[in-house]
């Protein structure tokens, strides 16, 4: 992981101890910091200017995430992507956006509409840049706009305590190019679902889109296991 990617996006107005955890957090996320990678405190002190103390902490945090494992003998790893937690946190997504489009189809209002709308716009507009990150942001923001749109608090809460494992593999999932129309053609049958209080057709499109992602990644997996052997 280069130096530069390290240190970029770096917010000055947080605390050092905030600004080295999102940024090992973003390396992980983004697939900078490669799964197995050993993250080795001395090393990224002396990459990012910082005494051992504040990377110490972001690990430990990043271990509470599970983005991070200790191995014994070894110290910190950057965790596998595994077929287990692909389909735990994928389980769980796919019951929560399918419960946040169908309260979606009832609650959603006309200035949302707009909104979800714009969103769709601007994730074919980063689809066509071919930019992976503008593109996973784009994604989460349109279906933040799906779960915001159900007025579910708790609903909400819980889809954003899952938001950075949902990531990684959303991530993993955008870096195939081959997939990026059959992305946006579900987000354009979410769209006109939730117009047409379709609620049926936008739960099902819900579940069709996760599991499309998690086949996809999990072919991913087995592929880079069978050529790890």
Sequence with gaps: MSEDHLLEGMDE????????FKTLRRGILTGELKPGERLMEIHLANRLGVSRTPIREAIRKLELEGLVTMIPRRGAEVANITEKSLRDVLEVRKVLETLAIELACDRIEPEEILTLRDKLKEFEAAVRSKDVSAIASADVAFHNVIVEASKN????????????QMYRYRFEYIKDFSK????????????NS???KEKKVASDTVRTHIDNQEEAVMRNIRKEAMEAR
Excluded: K, Y
């Design 153 to 164: 608090d708790r609903l909400s809460q819980l889809v954003s305590n899952l938001g950075e």
């Design 180 to 191: 990026h129309d059959q992305i946006l053609r579900e987000h354009t049958m979410m769209v």
């Design 13 to 20: 107005f947080l605390p050092l101890r905030e600004v080295v």
């Design 194 to 196: 939730i117009i047409n």
